[in-house]
């Protein structure tokens, strides 16, 4: 039958079927806050780790408004990216500056008229009050993002600001005098 006799398994494969035993923690060395200790759960009647307590309103209410501060400012950390984006596609007429100008009014206008419903999971009876505050936050940095898409606008001379742009409303100036030259 077979000639050679079952060979041990390499260590590599004893350790998949066999992991090492976990290592003992050593003494002083606290476990981090949060953190559900080995021995902890061991110890405890049922065997499950401990859980931790239940937060009062109060403090819903404070990490919510700290979560909707975060979403507030949200949008004035994209725009140092958007303005070097704006600043290196040019001043041209070109399909990827269009684009951008595009967006630059998209997003802040879509984020303006989306201002409640990005807030509604934060918002509750107690902190109304506050998150006005919020809101109106958010909207002043959706109109420093709708600026940058003015800038570009302005930049790409597609914004009407010169004499030159309004000849077609401009009357034509009534000559005083008409020389005629002789032969």
Known sequence: MSTHAAEPLPAWAAQLKNPPAHKSKQPGIPDPPGYPSAQSSSNSKDGKATQRKAQTPEEMDT??????WEVALGPIKSLPMT???MYMSGNSLQIFSIMMVFMAFKNPIMGILATNQ????FETE???AKMVRVKLAYVVMQLVALALGIWKVNAMGLLPTTRSDWLAWEAQRE???????AL
């Open 63 to 68: 990490l919510k408004l700290k979560k909707a």
């Open 83 to 85: 303005a070097i984006m």
């Open 118 to 121: 990005a807030f509604e999971r």
């Open 126 to 128: 107690t902190n109304r």
């Open 175 to 181: 000559a005083v005098e008409h020389a005629v030259p």
